[in-house]
């Protein structure tokens, strides 16, 4: 039987979508459940809408967590967490910055991604990470419109 995920996955590829991850959180004593999903050319509103109409009558048969919830369905964003393998290789050629287990900040260019490692394009050359060594990973925007990588 499918898990959770793959359900939801599922639903959201009917859609022509791509699910990226989804979150428990607890806001001013409210759980939401988010669903994050990605898609070529973009998630409008529209999209997001029509997904969390086709979730909720799965979730409330396989509800995400015990009691009440919010739920909410979103692109991850232009700045987004990295956890998985597939969200690394989604992210080749974007900014990174990571946090690695005994060597601190990393800020660079990912130029690859496996499933078990990666490789950061940084100031002094390219590095390679592991996934096991990554503490936490982010991708970042550039903002002020230069390049300081």
Same mark, same amino acid.
């Given at each position: 039987?499918?898990? &959770?995920? %793959?359900?939801?996955?599922?639903?959201?590829?009917?859609?022509?979508?791509?699910? !990226?991850?989804?979150? @428990?959180?607890?806001?001013? $004593?409210?759980?939401?459940?988010?669903?994050?999903?990605? @898609?070529?050319? +973009?998630?409008?509103?529209? *999209?997001?809408?029509?997904?969390?109409?086709? &979730?909720?009558?799965? *979730?409330?048969?396989?509800?995400?967590?015990?009691?009440?919830?919010? &739920?909410?369905? /979103?692109?991850?964003?232009?700045?987004?967490?990295? =956890? @998985?393998? /597939?969200?690394? =290789?989604?992210?080749?050629?974007?900014?990174? =910055?990571?946090?690695?287990?005994?060597? $601190?900040? =990393?800020?660079?260019?990912?130029? $690859?991604?496996?499933? /078990?490692?990666?490789?950061?394009?940084?100031?002094? +050359?390219?590095?390679?990470?592991? !996934? %096991?060594?990554? *503490?936490?990973?982010?991708?970042?925007?550039?903002?002020?419109?230069?390049?300081? %990588?």
């Amino acid at each position: 039987m499918a898990n &959770l995920e %793959d359900r939801i996955a599922s639903i959201v590829e009917s859609h022509g979508a791509s699910f !990226y991850d989804m979150e @428990k959180v607890s806001e001013n $004593g409210n759980t939401i459940v988010r669903v994050y999903i990605t @898609k070529d050319g +973009g998630v409008d509103l529209d *999209l997001c809408a029509d997904i969390s109409v086709d &979730l909720s009558p799965m *979730l409330d048969v396989h509800p995400p967590v015990d009691g009440h919830y919010y &739920l909410e369905v /979103s692109s991850p964003g232009i700045e987004r967490i990295l =956890k @998985k393998p /597939s969200h690394f =290789k989604s992210a080749i050629g974007e900014r990174v =910055k990571l946090r690695i287990s005994g060597e $601190g900040k =990393k800020r660079g260019i990912l130029t $690859g991604a496996d499933e /078990s490692e990666i490789v950061l394009k940084e100031k002094d +050359g390219e590095f390679t990470y592991r !996934y %096991d060594s990554i *503490l936490k990973a982010k991708t970042y925007y550039d903002w002020s419109g230069t390049a300081s %990588d």
